[in-house]
């Protein structure tokens, strides 16, 4: 190894490559420090693939509920329940979690969320066409009563009194 390849230490050479990789897990550590850094590098490493690939096909993967889910669990540390589990999507501490996402291709900014769920909290997770991420919790009790089986919540409707994360 040359010199500008890397430094020399306690008599080893390290790569500029180890200690900027070192560098990006303390970060990732940081951005997310719910769960752990390879949870929280995959979660960065799939929305990277999805903007890639949209770049490259102009097409957009269909993965919006899996991110908006994985994005709820690095970011907020909900703790998500098994696959196909009925009522909600996680916990938060004593609350169950429903996590509904606005993709990029939703123009109308709004989720639906059925009335029935076993839910006390719900995370609407907008992501943006630059795959910028950005969740708002709100209690079920703020969602507007009816007799239907789904309500329909609205981005735009839910003020800043919420809870607001952006990445």
């Known amino acids: 190894m040359e010199a500008g390849d890397g430094i020399y230490d306690d008599g080893e050479w390290i790569s500029w490559e180890w200690i900027n990789g070192q560098l990006y897990e303390q970060d990732v550590h940081k951005a997310y420090p719910h769960v752990s850094t390879d949870l929280a590098m995959l979660f960065e ?3 990277e693939n999805a903007r890639a690939y949209h ?3 102009g097409r957009y993967l269909q993965i ?3 991110l908006g889910e994985l ?3 690095v970011k907020y540390g909900i703790k998500r329940h098994k696959p196909h589990a009925a009522g909600s999507d996680g916990k938060l501490g004593n609350d169950f979690v429903e996590v ?7 123009s109308n900014g709004q989720v639906q969320v059925k009335r029935a769920g076993n839910f006390s909290k719900l ?4 992501i943006s066409p630059e795959f910028q991420f950005e ?3 709100v209690d079920r009790k703020r969602i507007a009563r009816g ?3 789904h309500a329909n919540v609205s981005w735009a409707a839910l003020d800043a009194t919420i809870e607001q994360h952006q990445e």
């Open 64 to 66: 919006w509920g899996e």
């Open 55 to 57: 770049e490259l096909t």
């Open 71 to 73: 994005y709820a669990e």
């Open 123 to 126: 995370l609407v997770v907008r």
């Open 147 to 149: 007799t239907g089986t």
């Open 100 to 106: 509904k996402t606005i993709s990029p291709e939703k």
């Open 135 to 137: 969740g708002r919790i």
């Open 45 to 47: 490493d799939l929305v």
